[in-house]
């Protein structure tokens, strides 16, 4: 995905910053801790589709 669309694309639940998963499927927000799916190269800004990950702080 190019800079220049992640730099313009915000979380649909919180408007916050979004950032590739590290295999490049999905875009992250881990205000949220939403991941949303990429599909041929089209990410799905969908929050309904959205799916949680769990965070990777420990207590």
Known sequence: MKKELLDIL???QCKGKIEPSEDKSAL???ACQ???AIRDGIPIMIIEEAKPFPSQQSA
């Open 34 to 36: 939403l991941s949303y």
């Open 28 to 30: 992250l927000c881990h």
């Open 10 to 12: 915000a979380c649909p």
